[in-house]
């Protein structure tokens, strides 16, 4: 969908939901890792880009302190609430984000008074796009009126959604929110997550992705991906760094011809996979100044191998799409994307044989030709109050 008619639906939701007119519509698209898995807490490298699926937050100030939130996605289950004092929500509720954002903006004395909130989005909940990073910078600038045009304007507002997003349970790093607030059209997005530094890469119009739905639903408090954030840590404890992003060949070998000093099971694979995953990383960007595509596509099988053997994240459903797509004309590469453990796999085909990739994709698949998407756009609609960005 278009972002002027998801702006259009946006509006109507909301008139319908609230018998108003918003304010402003915030546009925040979601985010897809191309490569980097688990290298973000670990201090490394990711890239990343936006896609042109968004969360759309429209909203609008009321003159009580009571907030009103709505969400297509959720019907039936609209919350009217009246400051912090309203009554707990269960867990997983959708409306616990919204209302943990609002709190931290409070708590910034950045949003005084109450807001009707309608959120109305084509990118799908709980599929490793970032929904819930999306709707949170949403909010953030929609309500908080935050700028967001440098990066230690973006850095404010990604810390202020982690920390909502840490409130409701999932403990997250920056990548999502800075992803989304960094997202330029016709980019991917170079992360560096020690620095925070984002840079965006120009991609190249030959270049198309498919992302492909395993249908296999990951928890993200799931022990999996605990494990693998748990051998991470100790991995570092053991070699005496701060983070695996320290770690370079050099050394690692010196450590381990180092009389005993030894590492536990699980720990080496996990210090090789992010050292090798920041590698590709860095030689993607490179792939990519360079017009290389197979090299490019190359890394993301490479990665996907790394996180099957090494982090023990893939599932037979990711790894079968991953083979069967391997022998279709237009392929250049594969992997898993996001935590792993389900989720969607993401695929690098040529451009020009993107239809044809698709076409040959067996009826029922849960497939979505996937376009870079831009950035985030604030949209006044019926403005009272003004807002920067
Ligand atoms: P992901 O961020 O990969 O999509 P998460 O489990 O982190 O998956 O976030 C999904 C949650 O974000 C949903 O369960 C819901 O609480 C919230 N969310 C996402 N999209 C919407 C939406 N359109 N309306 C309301 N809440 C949403
Ligand atoms: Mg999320």
Redesign the pocket.
């Known amino acids: 969908m278009s972002l002027d008619a998801l702006s259009r639906r946006a509006v109507r939701e909301f008139q319908s939901a609230f018998q108003s007119t918003p304010e402003l519509l915030v546009h925040a698209p979601?985010r897809l890792e191309l490569l980097g898995n688990h290298t973000d807490y670990n201090q490394g490298l990711v890239l990343a880009t936006t896609l042109d699926l968004a969360?759309n937050v429209a909203v609008a100030r009321r003159p009580d302190a009571t907030h009103r939130l709505h969400?297509?996605?959720?019907p039936r289950a609209d919350i009217h609430q009246r400051g912090e004092r309203g009554r707990q929500l269960p867990r997983?509720?959708?409306?616990?984000?919204?209302l943990a954002l609002l709190g931290e903006l409070e708590r910034e004395a950045l949003s005084p008074g109450g807001w009707d909130i309608s959120?109305?989005?084509d990118?799908?909940?709980?599929?490793?796009?970032?929904?819930?990073?999306?709707?949170l910078v949403a909010i953030a600038i929609a309500v908080g009126g935050l700028p967001h045009r440098t990066a230690a304007q973006r850095l404010r507002i990604a810390r202020l959604c982690q920390a909502a997003e840490h409130r409701v349970g999932?403990p997250?790093g920056l990548l999502?929110y800075l992803a989304i607030l960094h997202g330029k059209a016709g980019h991917a997005l170079k992360l560096d997550l020690r620095t925070n530094r984002v840079r965006p890469i120009r991609w190249p119009r030959s270049l198309a992705l498919v992302l492909i739905d395993s249908g296999v639903r990951h928890q993200?408090t799931g022990g999996g991906y605990a494990r693998i954030e748990r051998a991470c840590a100790t991995a570092a404890r053991s070699l005496g760094v701060a983070s695996l992003r320290e770690v370079t060949r050099a050394t690692l070998n010196r450590f381990l011809s180092t009389p005993g000093r030894r590492l536990r099971p699980g720990e080496l694979d996990a210090i090789n996979h992010v050292l090798t995953e920041n590698e590709r990383v860095r030689l993607a960007v490179r792939a990519l100044q360079r017009g290389e595509q197979e090299g490019l596509g190359a890394l993301l099988s490479e990665s996907h191998r790394s996180s099957r053997d090494r982090l023990s994240n893939s599932t037979p459903e990711l790894d079968d799409w991953v083979s069967r797509c391997a022998s279709t004309p237009g392929w250049l590469g594969g992997r898993l994307t996001?935590g792993g453990f389900g989720g969607m796999t993401v695929h690098l085909v040529r451009a020009a044989r993107q239809r044809a990739f698709l076409r040959q994709l067996s009826p029922g698949t849960s497939a979505l030709a996937a376009r870079l998407g831009g950035g985030l756009r604030v949209i006044p609609v019926n403005r009272r109050t003004p807002h920067s960005g």
């Open positions: 979601g969360v969400s297509s996605a959720f997983g509720h959708w409306a616990r984000y919204a959120v109305c989005s990118l799908p909940p709980g599929a490793g796009l970032s929904s819930s990073a999306a709707l999932v997250c999502d993200l996001g």
